[in-house]
């Protein structure tokens, strides 16, 4: 099945998306931090060949969608924004599996909205770590000092061999093809070599701690099935107690892939797949 690529003006923002299939209820993949729609290519064709109009998006400052303007910055409810206005560009109310970052915006979002979500799959995340302790003004205030010393960066053109290095370090599950893959669509040719797509500005830490109070204002909103996958050797696991609590907030069922760490849907897409299709294809909504 082959892809195809589509924009959409969303929230001022001009946003990429890849698609597969043209017709089924429609299923919204959702990224990670400092990745790109194309992380879905090994799940995308299995999952609209099981019937479903699928969507891959690059969130904004990542991909080939546009980066924020001078003086914008990117926080996670600009993310929810984006999505909301995505959403109503394709349709008006989709079914939502988002990695990480991606899934840490799709529970905002489907208790903002949740007339709008059909189903959710939060993969390997359940939103990042309580940060309620954290003293918000220093936290600005080493915003402000990271936003001072961006241009001072190292932007050092790099070869897609290296990026794909880069990546393998980092992500030790990734097989060469998967790390070259990731490099390949997350990386432009430049002067000199290659360019990591992304918008540096994501490497500046911001300066709104998480709540997990405040995050559940939103996540008992959410009116959809829930299904959770998490890779059973994942690093970014929280404490036992913290996803319990989450989990039960969520109304949410539980997957644990044996063998697999942060991104299950690269290291493992077929048995992924089929998790997704069988959770997705027991809903009421499913056909909706």
């Not at 790109?36 to 690059?58: C, E, I, Q, S, T």
């Not at 208790?111 to 309580?130: I, W």
């Amino acid at each position: 099945m082959t892809p195809r690529s589509r924009h959409v003006v969303a929230n001022r923002l001009r946003h990429h998306l890849v698609e597969w299939g043209d017709r089924g209820p429609l299923l919204l993949l959702l990224h990670g931090f400092l990745e790109h729609a194309h992380a879905w290519d090994l799940v995308a064709p299995r999952l609209a060949a099981g019937g479903y109009h699928v969507f891959a998006l690059d969130w904004r400052g990542h991909g080939d969608s546009e980066w924020i303007g001078s003086g914008g910055y990117y926080h996670f409810v600009d993310y929810s924004a984006d999505l909301a206005f995505v959403i109503r560009a394709l349709g008006g109310r989709a079914a939502l599996v988002g990695h990480s970052m991606g899934a840490t915006t799709a529970m905002s979002y489907a208790g903002l909205e949740p007339d709008r979500v059909a189903a959710l799959v939060l993969v390997d995340a359940l939103g990042p770590p309580d940060m309620e302790d954290q003293a918000v003004p220093e936290r600005a205030e080493s915003w402000i000092r990271n936003l001072e010393r961006l241009e001072e960066r190292d932007r050092r053109p790099f070869t897609l061999d290296e990026a794909a290095a880069r990546l393998a370090e980092r992500f030790p599950r990734f097989s060469p093809a998967v790390a070259h893959h990731m490099a390949e669509h997350g990386s432009r040719t430049t002067a000199g070599g290659r360019e990591w797509k992304f918008d540096p500005l994501h490497q500046t830490t911001g300066p709104n701690p998480f709540s997990r109070a405040r995050a559940h204002l939103f996540w008992r909103r959410v009116a959809c099935p829930v299904l959770y996958i998490e890779g059973a050797d994942s690093p970014l696991r929280l404490q036992p107690d913290d996803i319990a609590d989450r989990l039960a907030t969520l109304r949410a069922s539980r997957i644990t892939m044996p063998g697999a760490a942060h991104h299950p849907h690269l290291e493992q897409p077929e048995p992924f797949a089929r998790i997704v299709l069988d959770f997705l294809g027991g809903l009421p909504c499913a056909d909706s």
